[in-house]
Structures are given as structure tokens and as C-alpha cells.
């Protein structure tokens, strides 16, 4: 069953098109990695779902509804319906671990009335569950800022369960990082797609892991789908047209994304 639609979606930031035309039809269950070079547009794709960003042409429907139409209370719902993560977290440091993880039973309220609420046992409890499925139970009374990247992460991935999510956006995050972490991070993401059964698409720029935790790939380049597949069809040759073959061009991405492709490059070159 498809439960996530794109239609024709594009957005454009002054002369700069952003996302151009893309479709897409989502299953229900599914782990879809979004890859691309830097500015590719994976990031407004994503916020145009979340309607963080409007788009400036096209549509985006969920269950038959069109929710690039939903204004006020029903925007509210699809906001909960579809919890984002993000690369920095963006947890409340100053505040404890368990705050952070029930401001996401709160996604329709503002942050200063939801710091007056008085959370009620049953927030507490879908916290703490939350918490004690991906091992940070014991970490539920410890300030946010005081923890690891992947620990916060782990908490942000938390706050995003709570919501009670259809579908997780979650765009580049373990890209502040290390290995072991990220294995954890993903780890966490797939054990929320496979066993509870929320659809994950996931920006991500590192290869290994998007062939490795995705069910299947979608690679954009200058905002356009090019590449729409398994991780097995995503042989060399389909990674440097992704990427460009350009060596020029690689040494001018960010390093993470240069320390990913340039290995494709190389073999490319030598083939
Ligand atoms: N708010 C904005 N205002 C103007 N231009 C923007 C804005 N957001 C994104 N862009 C531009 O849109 C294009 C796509 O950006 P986007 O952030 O979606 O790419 P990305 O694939 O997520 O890149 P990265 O891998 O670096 O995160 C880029 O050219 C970017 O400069
Ligand atoms: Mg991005």
C-alpha cells in the first residue's frame, strides 16, 4: 500500500530551484534512504512533507489526504503524524533527558506553555518506555547537554516515537557522528521500522550505510529523482553519475560526503 505521495513537488528559493518535480510514491513500512550530493535538495524535500517548507508547485497526499492543503488544527496532526530528527539533535540542553522525550507528546503546543505543563503518568510512562527500548532509561533525570552525540540522538529518536509517528523524517542523522554511534542511530531507526512499522525515509550521504539499513534508495541530483531503486542496483556506474565523475567537483563537497565517493571515483577512473 502506498501511504505517501509526491506529486510533481518543487520549491524554489529565489532563482534557485531547490526541488523540481518530484514523484514519488511511498509504501507503508518502508525504509527509504534519499542520497545525493550536497545540495542536491534532499533536505527541502523532506521539509516540504513536514510542511516546514511550502512548496511552489506540486502536492503531497498521505492516506488519500492532500496535506500540502491542511492549515491550523488538521497541519497539527500531520505534524505528529510525521516526526522529524535532525542532524543537531535540537533537544533542550538545559533541560533533562525525560522533558526533552514528552515535549513530543506536546508537537501542537508552544514550547513555553508545554515548559508550564504538568506532564501526566501516562507521558511519563511513554517516555520512559521509549527510553528503555533503546537502552537510555538510566540517563531519563541527566541533562541533555551533558550526554554523547549518538545518546542525544537516541533522545531525539525518542521524543520523535512518543509522537506516535506514521512516518520518521529524519534528514542526515548520524552525520555528527562517529561509527559506533551510527550503527546505534540506525540501529534504532530500524528496529522502529521492522517492529512497530513506521515508515523511515532518511537523508544520508554516507553509502555504506544507506545500502546496508534502506529498503530502497532514491538519489537526487539538482533537485530531480535520478536514480529510484534497491541497494542492489546501486552499482559504481549509477554512483558517479550521482555524484559527477568529476574529481574536481568531489574536492569540492563537504569531507564527509567526499570521503564516501571518492572511493567510487577512484574505481571509476580506473576501470
Ligand atoms: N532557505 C533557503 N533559502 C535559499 N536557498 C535555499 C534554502 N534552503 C535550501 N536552499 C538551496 O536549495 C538547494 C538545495 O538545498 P538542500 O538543503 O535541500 O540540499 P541537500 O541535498 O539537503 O544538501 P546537503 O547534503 O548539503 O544537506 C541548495 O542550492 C540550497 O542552497
Ligand atoms: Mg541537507
Given amino acids: ?8 513537488l518543487s520549491k524554489r528559493f529565489g532563482n534557485t530551484t531547490a526541488v523540481d518535480g518530484v514523484s514519488l510514491a511511498v509504501q507503508a513500512g518502508s525504509f527509504v534512504g534519499i542520497i545525493g550530493r550536497s ?33 491550523g488544527q488538521a497541519l497539527r496532526q500531520w505534524r505528529r503524524n510525521c516526526a522529524m530528527v535532525f542532524q543537531q539533535f535540537n533537544l533542550i540542553g538545559r533541560l533533562d533527558v525525560l522533558t526533552n ?15 508550564l505543563t504538568l506532564w501526566s503518568d501516562a507521558d511519563k510512562l511513554a517516555a520512559l518506555e521509549a527510553l528503555d527500548r533503546f537502552g537510555m532509561a538510566d540517563f531519563a533525570a541527566q541533562r541533555c547537554d551533558q550526554l554523547s552525540g549518538g545518546q542525544q540522538q537516541r533522545v531525539a529518536i525518542c521524543r520523535a516515537l512518543v509522537q506516535q509517528p506514521k512516518i520518521i523524517l529524519a ?25 512497530l512499522g513506521i515508515t523511515v525515509l532518511c537523508n544520508l550521504h554516507a553509502l555504506d550505510v544507506a545500502r546496508n539499513y534502506c529498503d530502497r534508495l532514491v538519489g537526487m541530483s539538482a533537485g530531480r529523482v ?19 565523475l ?6 569540492h563537497m563537504p569531507s564527509s560526503h567526499r570521503a564516501t565517493v571518492l572511493p567510487f571515483v577512484r574505481a571509476a577512473q580506473t576501470a
Fill in 101 to 115: 522525550v514528552m515535549m513530543g507528546r506536546l508537537t501542537s503546543v508552544p514550547t513555553w506553555r508545554s515548559l
Fill in 246 to 251: 568529476e574529481a574536481s567537483q568531489v574536492m
Fill in 39 to 71: 545540495g542536491a535538495g534532499k533536505s527541502t524535500l523532506l521539509r516540504m512533507i513536514n510542511r516546514l517548507n511550502e512548496p511552489s508547485a506540486g502536492s503531497v497526499e498521505f492516506e488519500g489526504a492532500v496535506v500540502t492543503d491542511l492549515q
Fill in 171 to 195: 534528514d542526515e542523522p548520524i552525520a555528527s557522528l562517529d561509527p559506533r554511534n551510527t550503527q546505534v542511530v540506525m540501529d534504532a531507526l530500524a528496529s522502529i521500522n521492522r517492529d
Fill in 226 to 244: 535520478v536514480f529510484d531503486g534497491v541497494p542492489a542496483e546501486l552499482t559504481d556506474h549509477v554512483v558517479q553519475n550521482l555524484y559527477g
Fill in 1 to 8: 500500500m502506498h501511504t505517501l505521495r509526491l506529486h510533481n
